[in-house]
């Protein structure tokens, strides 16, 4: 399969709808389940460490049962751009989400591929880091398609389950598609979502039983809470 650059989910421009991406998944007939359920995105963990990595042949799998590969996430942390270029043309991914150190210079070594850029906010300077971090990548001529923002843990680099602030969702800079992650649950997303108003919102933990076994009936809640939110375009 090759890469081209893919259409980025998005809603009309009056629209009042929040996106959903759903992280994490490992099963390939959940995988199907969340995207039936509503799910615009789903995400596919590549990272070793994380409890819910999953390897080339369940990747290929989760793919296959998705049917449209533009709407997976492939989540990476600190690899060589060689690599994530290599498994996002191998399996047609139509993102790949960096959630590690990735320096803005990095991006343009990922040619075409959508790139979605997760920042781990901790305190304003964590804002400002993020600021600049865009500040030069619009320099370099190479800016992210999307940020994302997750809640700080210092021993993971996501799915920790942890809140950003609210004082600091209020602070986020304006972005077209901007994504909010960090311990969403069906029960507070739409609470979020209000505050921050995203272009999306991002989950993993808050639907699952347990690592990378997501529970049905909290991935449909999720999507119903999060649908519910009015923004104004």
Same mark, same amino acid.
């Given at each position: 399969?090759?890469?081209?650059?893919?259409?980025?989910?998005?809603?009309?421009?009056?629209?009042?709808?929040?996106? $959903?991406?759903?992280?994490?998944?490992?099963?390939?007939?959940?995988?199907?389940?969340?995207?039936?359920?509503?799910?615009?995105?789903?995400?596919?963990?590549?990272?070793?460490?994380?409890?819910?990595?999953?390897?080339? !042949?369940?990747?290929?799998?989760?793919?296959?049962?998705?049917?449209?590969?533009?709407?997976?996430?492939?989540?990476?942390? @600190?690899?060589?751009?060689?690599?994530?270029?290599?498994?996002?043309?191998?399996?047609?991914?139509?993102?790949?989400? +960096?959630?590690?150190?990735?320096?803005?210079?990095?991006?343009?070594?990922?040619?075409?591929?959508?790139?979605?850029?997760?920042?781990?906010?901790?305190?304003?300077?964590?804002?400002?880091? +993020?600021?600049? %971090?865009?500040?030069?990548?619009?320099?370099?001529?190479?800016?992210?398609?999307?940020?994302?923002? @997750?809640?700080? @843990?210092?021993?993971?680099?996501?799915?920790?389950?942890?809140?950003?602030?609210?004082?600091?969702?209020?602070?986020?800079?304006?972005? =077209?598609? +901007?994504?909010? !992650?960090?311990?969403?649950?069906?029960?507070? $997303?739409?609470?979020?979502?209000?505050?921050?108003?995203?272009?999306?919102? %991002?989950?993993?933990?808050?639907?699952?039983?347990? =690592?990378?076994?997501? %529970? +049905?009936?909290?991935?449909?809640?999720?999507?119903?809470?999060?649908?519910?939110?009015?923004?104004?375009?």
């Amino acid at each position: 399969m090759s890469v081209g650059r893919p259409s980025i989910p998005a809603a009309p421009p009056t629209s009042t709808r929040v996106l $959903v991406k759903i992280c994490g998944i490992t099963r390939p007939e959940q995988a199907a389940a969340c995207l039936h359920a509503g799910a615009d995105w789903i995400g596919l963990n590549f990272h070793p460490a994380s409890p819910r990595f999953v390897n080339s !042949a369940q990747a290929e799998a989760l793919v296959e049962a998705v049917g449209d590969a533009a709407r997976v996430v492939g989540v990476f942390v @600190d690899r060589p751009a060689s690599e994530v270029r290599a498994v996002a043309t191998r399996l047609g991914l139509g993102a790949v989400q +960096l959630h590690g150190a990735e320096p803005p210079a990095y991006y343009g070594e990922l040619g075409s591929l959508t790139i979605v850029r997760a920042y781990r906010i901790r305190d304003e300077s964590s804002l400002a880091a +993020l600021r600049a %971090d865009l500040e030069e990548s619009e320099r370099l001529g190479r800016a992210p398609d999307c940020i994302l923002v @997750d809640a700080f @843990d210092p021993a993971r680099v996501g799915g920790t389950g942890r809140l950003i602030e609210d004082i600091l969702l209020q602070q986020l800079p304006s972005h =077209p598609r +901007l994504i909010v !992650a960090g311990g969403l649950t069906p029960e507070n $997303v739409a609470e979020r979502a209000a505050t921050a108003r995203p272009w999306m919102v %991002d989950v993993a933990g808050g639907v699952e039983s347990r =690592p990378g076994e997501k %529970d +049905l009936a909290r991935v449909e809640a999720f999507v119903r809470s999060a649908r519910a939110v009015e923004l104004r375009r």
